[in-house]
């Protein structure tokens, strides 16, 4: 009874406001580009009269209920145009159409152009608006709230999406995507990742995101050897407002921020800032994270001239759940954790934690196993428009970030901390539990340039790049020890930097040849010279890295059927110089070797009032790409190796269908193949007494990529049955992925189909703008899947072991959020 009276007052409550909705009127309609016609995305429509207002969508339309009959002033304001305020009579539903034109102060725009694709540019690039993530922005990292952009697949290690996250793009990991933020690198230049953990709620303060897929245009910092993230930070609101927001969730997630945007002011000067809290226990064990971010700006906005000075950054202090769960413990396979057990070493404690945890397995038990860290990034940019041809970007930049890990060793001898045995009377003490600390302290700082120059008919050339160096300290301190002996506090066991200088300079330019064609060159050199010196954490003294001089050209062409269909086609070369592990793990000493790149995309588009079609094909060709081989350093870590050949090779499919005025849906596919030619797995076998140290190579042909889905499909189909109220059904489906390269399905994450539900409502109260009521439910039908793994194995004679481990991802849970604007 209880269950049905639940239903029961919620559908009561959405029946009475649809009722008081429908007994008021509606003023609708759309908002484009005077000169271009294009539908102008996050303009704003409002009602002062009634304090009442929408932003239009991804066609330029909005919608604004419950009016009642009068005369009103609808102002739309939109930035870098010009504002419209419109008198108008409302006694019947009206609809109308505001063209705006375009303002002569220069925008933020002009920041990021250079990076950027456009509908002349041959790229396969997906744009999200804003909107588009606020839609899901309730706390989640950044990966999570582009889950469903094509040819995307996510992991959360906390299985929760907060805490530590990851993106993959065309199977591609984060190592080889480049992540910008207006403009400036962010990858670590050392690792080639970016660890968004750093930068929590950072998706509060974007304005919009391009992810350009294949090589895409040049751009600064790492390599894009599977995509790029270019993010633009928030611009001036059309008017001033103060926001709330606040969630709360299942593993007692929650996420408070406030913002503040004072909007363009009279004197040309705008400023915005954001203080953000996150906090959520995980869904697996202890995996709790504490995320504290800022966010503040200030420029000036002149008629030719922007100068502005930015800084953001995040404080993180997360449980670590790196391990993974033992494919036993998911099987509930008492036998096998028993196996893992004894191959691993276990104690009394640790097995009893494996044997009596469920999915939620966490192997880490010390109270304070945690991951802290620090970093903040300060920006300044400078635009300039000489002529109507011709305008300039520069940027200074620099990036601060210093912290540790911290572990409790059970037992570790002394001499892996370069310390003497202890002696104590007659005895000799060669081993103690001890915690350790793990530091990374670094500084990156550099500049970035472009210069644009349009002739309006015809030719648009851009010439930019950037220099940026890197400075890192890795260094080890062990804090605590039963047994201390000579050492002291803060000693460091180990200490190693990592100095990286980085510079690239690129010229592209558009070419309208007709009306029909347009044709696109891009030309980019990169010098790269990397040094690591010192002792590493198992004490080998290592001197190791290279310089590296490439040429990366890319060349296109589009062809414009119409004004709503186009075609292109491009080619593309990338090199990407090895990675800091590459260096110091490299097998029997091989130098590892750059890797090259060699991308073909063909794409088809076609975009109409009510529907937009896309199909790309893509082949990207690897020379000498680096693949974990199985093959262990000294301390168990694994290893990675060129392999000659290697490809991706897919199709990606994308549409979007207005099937009524209410029902919309959006859906993605990407069909793949993704292989190695000659694949060679190296495991170590100890002999019958584990006394020796052999290896063993295992040959295959024509394999897969580990962690590349054949299929990856996703989609949403949204009702807006008022214009209040949204509700949306998401899916995400994930073909099988290979944990090794070796196509064993023995060793693989199965293929899985999530599905989350959104729903939203808007509304209006004394006193305030908007306030935004949403409701996320993930995992709806509680899959009960894995998104993420590893494997390794080895022999000892006859015996031999296989282990795999995965990142179980949480069952249905929920997120509620109330937003505020004043």
Known sequence: MLHFNKWWCLSTVFCLLAVNSMAQLRLSGTVTDKEEQGALVGASVVIPELNKGDVTDEEGEFIINKL????????????????????????????????????????????????????????????????????????QDMPILLNYTPSVVTTSDAGAGVGYTGIRIRGSDGTRINVTVNGIPINDSESHGTFWVNMPDLSSSVNNIQIQRGVGTSTNGAAAFGASINMQT??????????????????????????????????????????SNIHSDG?????????????LSGAYYGDKTILKALTFGGKEKTYQSWWGTPEARLENDIPGMQEVIANNGFTDEQAENLLNSGRTYNYYQYDNETDNYQQDHYQLHLSHQFSKQLQANAALHYTYGRGYYEQHRADDDFEDYNLPDLQIGDSTISSTDLIRRRW??????????????????????????????YDGDHFGEIIWAR????????????????????????????YQLNQQINLFADLQVRSIDYRTVGVDNDLREINAGDNYNFFNPKAGLSYFFDNNSSAYVSFAISNREPVRNDFIDAIEDVTPQPETLRDLEVGYKKRDKNYSIEAVYYYMNYKNQLVLTGALNDVGSSV????????????????????????????????????????????????????????????????????????????????????????????????????DNTSNDERAIDAYLVSDFVASYKFSLPFIKTAELKLMVNNIFNEKYVSNGYTFGYS??????????????????FLLGMNIRF
């Open 68 to 139: 009642p009959e009068g005369t009103y002033t609808v102002k739309v304001s939109f930035i870098g145009y010009k504002p419209i305020e419109k008198e108008i009579q409302l006694n019947s539903d009206l609809s109308l159409i505001f063209k705006m034109e375009k303002d002569i102060r220069m925008t933020d725009e002009v920041i990021v152009s250079a990076t950027r694709a456009d509908e002349k540019t041959p790229t396969t690039y997906t744009n999200v608006s804003k909107e588009r993530l606020e839609k899901q922005n309730l706390g």
């Open 234 to 275: 928030s611009t001036p609101a059309q008017e001033a407002f103060g926001e709330v927001n606040n969630s709360f969730g299942s593993f007692n997630t929650r996420r408070h921020n406030v913002i503040f945007n004072t909007g363009i002011m009279n004197s040309g000067w705008a400023f915005e800032g954001r203080l």
């Open 283 to 295: 869904y697996i064990d202890r995996a709790t994270s504490d995320l504290q971010s800022y966010f």
């Open 440 to 469: 990374l302290d670094n500084h990156f700082y550099g500049f970035t340039y472009s210069l644009n120059y349009d002739n309006n008919n015809g030719l648009d050339i851009t010439l930019g790049g950037g220099y940026n160096e």
């Open 483 to 510: 047994f201390a002996g000579e050492s002291e506090i803060r000693d460091r066991y180990y200490d190693n930097n990592g100095f990286k200088t980085d510079f690239n300079s690129f010229l592209k330019a558009n």
């Open 640 to 739: 990675r190796t060129n392999v000659d050949n290697s490809y991706r090779m897919g199709i990606e499919l994308i549409g979007s269908v207005k099937i009524t005025p209410s029902l919309q849906l959006n859906a993605n596919a990407t069909f793949s193949h993704n292989k190695i030619e000659e694949f060679t797995e190296i495991l170590y076998d100890y002999g019958a007494d584990f006394s020796e140290y052999n290896i063993v190579r295992n040959d295959y042909e024509n394999t897969d990529i580990s962690f590349s889905p054949n299929l990856i499909a996703g989609g949403d189909l949204t009702f807006t049955p008022l214009q209040p109220i949204s509700f949306s059904l998401l899916g995400k489906y994930v073909g099988q992925q290979y944990l």
């Open 796 to 813: 000892g004679g006859e015996y031999v072991v296989r282990e795999n481990y995965y990142y179980p991802q949480a069952g249905t849970n």
